[in-house]
Every structure is written in structure tokens, then in C-alpha cells.
């Protein structure tokens, strides 16, 4: 089993940062792809930013220029940098990971809360 658990959420203004962490602990050898989701209120699921073991990244086009994500592979964590945020960026934002060895498997993080309001 893989835990992760986020830190960092919280509320905002238009326009300001924060910062996302997740740890992984447990079994976490294997786990190859990390990354970020978020769920708004009433909507579906949606893919935030995603890094490789080896740093490759994708992001939403959404968040593209305003949001960073960023590994320690030594620590097991990822981070998310978020800047210029908007009120659309509301949302729990979840922690996930890709585990492909042994087996395929996904994780997912509590979620923390994001509200950016004035």
C-alpha cells in the first residue's frame, strides 16, 4: 500500500499563490508517475499537472504558465507551485500516483481544499 498525504491548501485572493506538497510512504518502490487532480463542486475529476519519475511533464491547458509541478524523487514528494490564481481554480485538489511495478495500481490522497475568493 502507498499513503499520500497533501499539505498547503487553503484560502486565497484572486491573483495570489500557494503551494501544494504530497508525501508518499508505504511500499512506494515502483511508483513511476506523480501528480495532481482536482474536483470542483458538482463536476467531474479533472487532471491538474502529472511529472515522471524522470521529470517529464503535462499539464491542463487550464493551468499552463501559472501552475509548476515539481518532484524529490530522494524524498518521495511532489509539490505543486500555484500562481495567478483565478476563482475557477476552486476546487479539492487530490495527490495521485502510478505504481507499475509489480502490478499497474493508482493511489490517491485525501484531497485539500483550494478556495480562491476576494
Known amino acids: 500500500q502507498v499513503q499520500l498525504v497533501e499539505s498547503g491548501g487553503g484560502l486565497v485572493q484572486p491573483g495570489g499563490s500557494l503551494r501544494l506538497s504530497c508525501a508518499a510512504s508505504?511500499?512506494?518502490?515502483?511508483?513511476?508517475?506523480m501528480g495532481w487532480y482536482r474536483q470542483a463542486l458538482g463536476k467531474q475529476r479533472d487532471l491538474v499537472a502529472l511529472i515522471t519519475g524522470g521529470g517529464s511533464t503535462n499539464y491542463a491547458d487550464s493551468v499552463k504558465g501559472r501552475f509548476t509541478i515539481s518532484r524529490d524523487n530522494a524524498k518521495n514528494t511532489v509539490s505543486l507551485q500555484m500562481n495567478s490564481l483565478k476563482p475557477e481554480d476552486t476546487a479539492v485538489y487530490y495527490c495521485?500516483?502510478?505504481?507499475?511495478?509489480?502490478?499497474?495500481?493508482?493511489?490517491w490522497g485525501q484531497g485539500t481544499q483550494v478556495t480562491v475568493s476576494s
Open positions: 495521485y500516483a502510478l505504481k507499475v511495478v509489480p502490478t499497474r495500481l493508482t493511489y
Open positions: 508505504g511500499s512506494i518502490f515502483g511508483i513511476n508517475t
